[in-house]
């Protein structure tokens, strides 16, 4: 297990950028594949992007239309989300979630992940 902790967020107004950080404690952050997950107020938490503990590898919601991008630093046990052209549907509390890459199955659904941050919210005025 590893403590996660996401920073970034902030209020923005239509087609600004946010990069959100996602640190990570201990030295076998480089092991876990490590996601990115939003929710909005009575909605599903939603699945934005995934990257494997390589880095080599990654994917992405079907609504991001290629907006977003998920990177890591495995030297700083950090991982990134980069949101470019944000718009009001965007707003959420973003959530970095992490798990041992062999565990999972379907990077894309939230019960694969046992290491979840606190969530950071992003807020996007029209």
């Known amino acids: 297990q590893v403590q996660l902790i996401e920073s970034g967020g902030g209020s923005v107004q239509a087609g600004d950028s946010l990069t959100l950080s996602c640190a990570a404690s201990?030295?076998?952050?480089?092991?876990?594949?490590v996601a990115w997950f939003r929710q909005a107020p009575g909605k599903e938490r939603e699945f934005v992007a995934a990257i494997s503990w390589s880095g080599v590898n990654t994917s992405y919601g079907d609504a991001l239309k290629g907006r977003f991008t998920i990177s890591r630093d495995n030297a700083k046990n950090t991982a990134y989300l980069q949101m470019n052209s944000l718009q009001p549907e965007d707003s959420a509390v973003y959530y970095c979630a992490a798990a041992a890459e062999y565990t999972i199955r379907y990077y894309a659904d939230v019960d694969e992940y046992d290491n979840w941050g606190q969530g950071t919210q992003v807020t996007v005025s029209p």
């Open positions: 201990g030295h076998t952050f480089s092991t876990l594949a």
